[in-house]
């Protein structure tokens, strides 16, 4: 699930070196993917509305299939 | 798609940088020598650089698409095939399977994830804007059509009752539809109402009586305004008498 965010992300971002996912538990026990990016970066993932992250959002829903555990996706400054 | 220039010592090496800054094939670069450079005297007073215009073609797009499109399939645990066509500056992309409701979505809300997703990558290669369309399954497809004929059926019934009829909301590409199925009928017209997402198309059937208010109400502005006008006019052709 970590590969395939990231593989996602790097494709959308112009600097793909900069771009850092890291997986965490919040104190619900829920899964939280942190995404940190350069600046400019930033706007690009969470797109125009948020249309973009929640793309994001909603494929790998789609693709980890129902059984998956759930997670947040969290763009972080 | 994309003209570049490289400039380099040599056009052998300007290619190699060309092939090395896309992360692509030769024969996927249109390469145009545009100077050829030369040492110079012993190779340093007066040498000139090559420079070479490097375009990218389509198959550059289609490979590097597939790959993207792949990585992320890969991780889909069903059997899937794809393929890639571009007809200008449009990229079509259409995911087949077995099982392929889930990319989906519901109101196919995968599909447009998948193309807003490619669409952002494709343009990060292009400088030229890029269309992509996405379509799993022949789900578009298919919904177009059930849009049209649906459309017809209200379309009939507003006819039928000689009043308006409300449809149920739907999306903007989808009442596009509804409005273009609408038009080829002659007394009906259309128009959206309500807020996204729940922005809805109403088919009305147009008399000829609501075409007269139409026109009355215009009229009425345009009397007002010319009268403004007017006003406005007459100190200046005061000056023009002086």
């Known amino acids: ?77 | 798609m994309k003209l570049n220039t490289i400039k380099a010592p040599s056009v052998e090496e300007a290619v190699r940088t060309a092939i090395s800054k896309y992360n692509a094939y030769e024969d996927e670069l249109n390469i145009k020598v545009v100077e050829k450079g030369s040492k110079g005297f012993l190779g340093f007073f007066g040498g000139k650089e090559a420079v070479i215009e490097v375009q990218l073609l389509p198959s550059y797009f289609e490979r590097k698409i597939g790959e993207y499109l792949e990585g992320i399939l890969k991780h889909f645990d069903k059997d899937i095939i794809y393929d890639i066509a571009i007809e200008r500056k449009t990229i079509f992309v259409n995911i087949k399977g077995i099982e392929v409701s889930r990319l989906i979505g519901r109101h196919g809300k995968t599909v447009s994830a998948f193309q807003h997703i490619i669409g952002i990558y494709a343009n990060r290669l292009s400088d030229v804007k890029l269309n992509v369309s996405v379509d799993v399954g022949n789900y578009k497809e298919e919904r177009r059509q059930n849009v049209e004929s649906l459309a017809h059926k209200m379309a009939k019934l507003a006819i039928q009752k000689r009043s308006k009829v409300e449809l149920e909301p739907m999306f903007a590409k989808e009442r596009r539809i509804v409005h273009e199925v609408v038009s080829k009928y002659k007394n009906l017209r259309s128009y959206s109402v309500g807020l996204e997402p729940y922005r809805k198309v109403v088919i009305e059937f147009d008399s000829r009586r609501t075409n007269t208010y139409k026109n009355h109400g215009r009229r009425w502005t345009n009397g007002k305004q010319s009268k403004q006008n007017s006003h406005r006019k007459s100190p200046r052709s005061n000056t023009s008498k002086i």
């Open chain 1, 1 to 77: 699930m970590k590969e395939l965010l990231e593989h996602i992300l790097k494709g959308i971002v112009k600097d793909p070196d900069s771009l850092l996912v890291t997986e965490n538990v919040d104190e619900n026990g829920n899964k939280v993917f942190e995404i940190r990016a350069s600046e400019e970066d930033i706007g690009q993932i969470i797109g125009k509305d948020g249309r973009t992250i929640k793309s994001i959002n909603v494929l790998l829903n789609a693709i980890a299939g129902p059984d998956r555990s759930s997670f947040t996706l969290k763009v972080i400054r």
